[in-house]
């Protein structure tokens, strides 16, 4: 992957993997791995679990051990420590919604694909002059949404975007015409209310239905 050169070859780009990348937020532990299976079930074989529960790293751990054919990443790493603790739970890869200089390098010295956030063209200058192509963009709606990202693909071409915030299914395709985004971000895959009732066949539906996206 593009993203570092310590990078797996078996995983050529957390970008291509799938069109919407699941952003899920785990409260029971012991919903994880139904969420992860649903998901499979759905035709999209990845994930990004975030960090913002007590029990996320946990959850991580459980579909790593359990959902082998899912894609389980980290997301919300906000600090140097918790690209480490991901990476020790399992998570294959790692997504931040922002890039500083001791953040990128933490991700780095994991040695697993990641996707630091960036929300300006700085930003992202900043990030390509690491050596790192493809980033998250965020928040995607808040910072301009599709027009913006459109506006760059030009003069910044090197790099390349999961953009996320905002994103529904009615906008996301127009995301995902452009060249320079390699898929989205989506959290209305795992709605709360579905994940409380434990309503995985929705899910499954709603990871379907975005599969059939691209």
Do not use: H
């Not at 291509?16 to 012991?30: G, L, S, T």
């Not at 051990?65 to 980290?74: S, Y």
């Amino acid at each position: 992957m593009s993203s570092t050169p310590e990078s797996s070859p078996a995983l050529s780009s957390v970008l291509d993997v799938v069109p919407v990348m699941p952003v899920v937020v785990v409260k029971r532990v012991e919903d994880a791995v139904p969420i992860a299976r649903a998901l499979v079930a759905g035709g999209l074989p990845a994930i990004e679990l975030t960090l913002r529960t007590p029990v996320a790293l946990d959850a991580i751990a459980a579909i790593a051990a359990e959902v082998p054919e899912i894609l389980v990443g980290a997301g919300t790493i906000v600090t140097p420590g918790q690209a480490k603790e991901a990476a020790d739970a399992g998570a294959r890869f790692l997504v931040s919604p922002g890039a500083t200089p001791t953040l990128l390098a933490a991700m780095a010295g994991t040695g697993l694909p990641f996707l630091p956030g960036t929300s300006t063209v700085s930003e992202a200058l900043a990030v390509l002059e690491t050596g790192v192509t493809e980033m998250k963009f965020f928040p995607a709606e808040a910072s301009g949404g599709a027009a913006y990202l459109s506006s760059i693909a030009s003069p910044v071409p090197a790099a390349r975007f999961c953009p996320t915030g905002g994103i529904t299914a009615a906008t996301a395709p127009s995301y995902l015409a452009l060249p320079n985004v390699g898929c989205v971000g989506g959290s209305w895959l795992t709605p709360a209310a579905l994940v409380d009732s434990g309503d995985w066949a929705a899910i499954e539906t709603l990871a379907r239905e975005a599969a059939a996206l691209r």
